[in-house]
């Protein structure tokens, strides 16, 4: 028994400080996505949770170049970005979609510009590659409480204004009849998600913040009819694939073909979509998804 | 700016142009403003793969948006497209952290394949790029009036026969194959600036699809040219010149069209105003 566990569990695992300071902020992050991402995914805004993921980089980068800490170049720019795109989307999906492509592109193109001038001036290769896919074993032990500051003021928007965002995301003209106002509770909501995104952009790289928002939410959502259910669900799934990730990049430190470990946010990413097939299996997941698609399907039919 | 080894450059960048003009008037039509950023993202990692087991980029590029293409429409069909979108892609950017990891010396070229490099192609590079290219833009004009038909009016389209989904597949293969062919010369991000900012900003001036597109690859040309030429000047990054000036394009669009008081150029699609008229 003792020996199974050894094997699953690497010697050193529960020792090292990083693998620690990973599992504590790859949980927070993943707690905060899970929940956030429910609301996304019933919004149809997964483009915008990406896209708010790219454009943080670009004030990380930015934040990096005139020496600031990269946190609130990520937060500060992504929030700024989110109120663009609240600002000049129309409130049709695919007006949206393509106000959110015209500031992630003005967004990329900044990043092209800090990401050259970080290279040249100050000579750091490496960050691109940073940027892109963050690296969760060598967080700064110090943003750790950062994190979860952010995270608990993310959940708490989250709560308050519960009720009002899944009225407005459901039925946006009921919720205005009903006084909700609507374009208000957006902006709040996106800028939840931008400092959500741009939080795990900055700790666990773009790639997985999007892979957590996105995979635990749409999973639980097959799973479950009820939002505050799907939540819970969701939040649990992203948390047991960023944890098990954690494990399995470590335990494959001995693996072949490098011997050198393979990259977290490919575990994670391979869990989060295996769970989202697993939904997709004949029998399971009955219902459609609610939001636009299911609006979509009645009126065809009707 | 126009010596000789400018003139693959020129020429390269030209073609990008008006494929992406071309492409991205039926992405920004058809909503797909994810889909044109996903796969040519997603896409790079299959560079990485490919120089891990030495095969040729473009190939690697090629198979991967492939992949992704099919991915997002058989994921789309069962689920929500923008989610099928967002996981597709992840898994296609973890694959590239796996690759990455695993070979030591691919680490610069990222940045090429990403934000491109323009400046450096060569003319054997041309020829693949103008055969993908003129297979676009031929598959573009055979498809033109069902895709543009199911873009529209997707239910009516599937009431006089055209299949939608068929459509949604062919358009993503499209996307694919544009992919393939721009991503080693002008990278990932800078496809994506150049087919949703030009589309989208005609989209400002014309109510005719026709119009439209030609618009799109006019601006698309007009963004890429200012910036090859700004780039070279100034020596910063082509990605920053095309980003940057993609959104400022975009927005004087929508600053005119308000003028205009065209709210029906904003909020509906093109034949839209057509049909409610009739």
């Known amino acids: 028994m003792s020996g199974i566990l050894r094997w699953v569990f690497e010697p050193g695992l529960f020792g090292s400080a990083a693998v620690g300071v990973a599992v504590l902020v790859g949980g927070a992050v993943a707690v905060v996505s899970g929940t956030v991402g429910v609301l996304t995914v019933i919004r149809g805004q997964s483009f915008a949770g990406h896209a708010l993921a790219d454009v943080g980089a670009t004030g990380g980068s930015g934040a990096f170049l005139i020496g600031l800490n990269p946190l609130w170049g990520f937060v500060g720019v992504a929030v700024v970005a989110a109120g663009i795109m609240e600002s000049v989307g129309v409130r049709r999906p695919r007006g949206r979609d393509l106000a959110t492509g015209i500031v992630l592109g003005a967004g990329l193109g900044l990043a092209a510009l800090f990401l050259y001038w970080d290279t040249t001036w100050s000579n750091t290769t490496g960050a691109s590659m940073t940027v892109l896919f963050g690296s969760m074993f060598v967080i700064d032990g110090s943003t750790v409480p950062v994190v979860i500051g952010f995270s608990v003021f993310v959940l708490a928007v989250v709560v308050l204004l519960y009720r009002m965002l899944l009225l407005s995301s459901l039925h946006p003209d009921l919720a205005a009849a009903r006084g ?31 892979a957590l928002l996105v995979g635990p939410a749409a999973t639980a959502l097959r799973l479950t009819k009820r939002p505050g259910w799907a939540m819970a669900v969701s939040a649990a799934i992203a948390v047991a694939a960023t944890w098990l990730g954690i494990l399995l990049a470590y335990d494959s430190y001995y693996w072949p073909p490098l011997q050198r470990g393979w990259p977290v946010s490919f575990f994670v990413v391979v869990l989060v979509f295996a769970a989202y097939l697993l939904t997709h299996l004949p029998g399971t997941g009955p219902r459609r998804a609610p939001g636009p698609v299911s609006l979509v399907n009645t009126r065809k039919e009707a | 700016m126009f010596a000789g080894f400018m003139v693959n450059t020129w020429l390269a960048a030209s073609m990008v142009a008006v494929v992406a003009g071309v492409v991205g008037f039926f992405a920004v039509l058809r909503g797909s403003a994810f889909v044109a950023h996903a796969i040519p993202q997603g896409a790079f990692a299959g560079a990485a793969g490919a120089a891990l087991i ?26 929500r497209h923008d989610v099928a979108t967002a996981l597709a892609l992840v898994v296609m950017l973890g694959l590239g952290a796996l690759f990455l990891s695993m070979s030591v010396e691919y680490a610069p070229e990222i940045y090429s394949l990403l934000f491109g490099e323009v400046f450096g192609v060569s003319g054997g590079e041309i020829g ?13 004009a055979v498809l033109y009036r069902p895709l543009l038909f199911t873009s529209v009016l997707p239910e009516v389209a599937e009431a006089r026969g055209v299949r939608a989904h068929r459509m949604e597949m062919c358009f993503l293969v499209v996307v694919a194959a544009a992919t393939s062919m721009t991503v080693p010369v002008v990278g990932a991000f800078l496809m994506f600036s150049l087919m949703i900012a030009p589309a989208g900003t005609a989209r400002s001036f014309t109510d005719k699809p026709l119009h439209a597109m030609g618009l799109s690859v006019a601006i698309a040309l007009a963004t890429v040219w200012a910036a090859v030429a700004a780039s070279y000047e100034t020596q910063w990054p082509l990605g920053f010149f095309v980003g940057v000036g993609g959104a400022l394009a975009y927005g004087l669009g929508r600053g005119w069209a308000r003028h205009r008081g065209t709210r029906a150029v904003r909020t509906r699609p093109p034949t839209g105003a057509v049909v409610t008229a009739g």
């Open chain 2, 54 to 79: 030495g095969a040729g980029t473009i190939l690697g590029l090629g198979v991967f948006a492939l992949a992704g293409a099919l991915g997002i429409g058989w994921l789309g069909r069962r689920g």
């Open chain 1, 180 to 210: 909700v106002p609507v374009r208000l509770v957006g902006i709040g909501y996106l800028a939840a998600l931008a400092v959500t995104v741009s939080l795990s952009a900055m700790t666990i790289g773009a790639v997985l913040s999007t």
């Open chain 2, 128 to 140: 693949p790029m103008a055969v993908l290219g003129v297979l676009c833009l031929a598959a573009v």
